[in-house]
């Protein structure tokens, strides 16, 4: 069936330094790729996504790459700060109303 | 601030006693999720509602049950709780599904002993 793989599960940084996760999904119809930040307590919440017709999309710290052909799609931060801390969720709509999550990233940002 | 609530945020039961999450909406939007999220695990889909017509996923057991009374309120009730299925329960909306952003209320924890 579908499925999304992410990695790394956990991830260590220093405050400052840049993160990457990465992900890849096995349904090429898969159009829509959100990312989701999970606090402590709450639920996700998403911080950028990206459609298959872009190569890249950027907001502020935060960038998403996608490359449809590998079925590859990465989260890059810039400059972490400690409020970053959190787990990250990618996922893929693998169409209907169906999205499939990956297993998500702990992130730590050493101050 | 149009948000997604959930009530109760905890919520302790025994084994076998059924009990019902509740999840409001005052987004005005048509679709509405209900998410399983086992420790450190994703989310996982149980059913939706598009306004009225209720979707359950294949393998969600015949123990969840879900109600959308109204655009605003969902319910999700486990008929007879088991030790595994202690676990976040997020509800979810989305304007219209499809390639949409979802979002997420805060969740509810179910402890079950």
């Known amino acids: 069936g579908e499925n999304v793989e992410q990695h790394p599960s956990t991830l260590s940084v220093q405050e400052g330094d840049s993160a990457v996760i990465k992900c890849t999904y096995s349904?090429?119809?898969?159009?829509?790729f959100p990312w989701y930040k999970q606090e402590l307590g709450k639920g996700p919440q998403l911080i950028i996504d990206?459609?298959?017709?872009?190569g890249e999309k950027k907001d502020q710290r935060i960038a998403v790459t996608l490359n449809k052909t590998a079925k590859h799609f990465s989260l890059h931060i810039t400059e972490t700060q400690p409020e970053d801390s959190a787990v990250y969720f990618c996922?893929?709509?693998?169409?209907?109303?169906?999205?499939?999550f990956g297993a998500g990233t702990r992130l730590f940002v050493k101050a | 601030d149009a948000m997604v609530i959930q009530n109760p945020r905890y919520q302790v039961t025994q084994f076998g006693k059924p009990v019902t999450l509740s999840c409001s909406q005052t987004?005005?939007?048509?679709?509405m999720y209900w998410y399983q999220q086992k420790s450190s695990q994703a989310p996982k889909l149980l059913f939706h509602?598009?306004?009225?017509?209720?979707?359950n996923e294949a393998d969600t057991p015949d123990n969840f049950q879900s109600r959308r009374p109204n655009t605003s309120f969902c319910f999700l009730d486990i008929r007879s709780p088991g030790l595994g299925d202690a676990a976040m329960y997020l509800c979810?909306?989305?304007?219209?599904?499809?390639?949409?952003?979802?979002?997420f209320g805060p969740g509810t924890r179910l402890l079950v002993l």
């Open positions: 996922a893929a709509h693998t169409g209907g109303f169906k999205t499939i």
């Open positions: 349904d090429s119809a898969s159009n829509y």
């Open positions: 990206i459609r298959s017709n872009v």
């Open positions: 987004l005005n939007h048509n679709v």
């Open positions: 509602y598009y306004d009225k017509d209720f979707n």
């Open positions: 979810a909306t989305a304007p219209n599904g499809g390639e949409e952003t979802q979002y």
